[in-house]
């Protein structure tokens, strides 16, 4: 038994669209920059300004990791003409939104496997 969610055309309220790639948007969402100012005044306060600014830098870093992770199952889901309209990036990842979810198993496996193989590039 399979679970479908229909996912709107419309962007994520309270986001801000801060790059598109191949006609992908990525978005970020106002939680995150929140959680970055919040953490960066933190680390300021108690280290100064070079530790903060370290900080921003390091989770500025993860999410290029996650804009990358995601863009594996966006080229994936790509290969099997499905439209990835926006990534949003939230304090708990950044989650790629696609148009369908395949009905064959082996697509769907295909797209789901290519983030993790994106990280395992990474990581090497």
């Known amino acids: 038994m399979h679970c479908r969610v229909k996912i709107s055309n419309q962007p994520m309220l309270r986001s801000i669209p801060i790059a598109t790639i191949n006609g992908t948007s990525i ?27 370290n900080i921003v830098l390091l989770i500025v870093l993860i999410f290029v990791c996650i804009v990358l992770h995601e863009f594996g199952h966006i080229t994936s889901a790509r290969q099997f003409v499905i439209e ?26 295909a797209i789901a496997v290519a983030g993790p193989a994106v990280n395992s590039l990474l990581f090497g």
């Open 84 to 109: 990835t309209p926006e990534v949003i990036l939230l304090p708990i990842g950044g989650p790629a939104k696609m148009k369908q979810i395949p009905n064959e198993p082996e697509k769907e496996l």
């Open 27 to 53: 978005r970020l969402h106002w939680t995150l920059l929140l959680l970055l100012t919040f953490i960066s005044a933190s680390a300021f306060v108690s280290m100064g300004l070079s530790a903060a600014a």
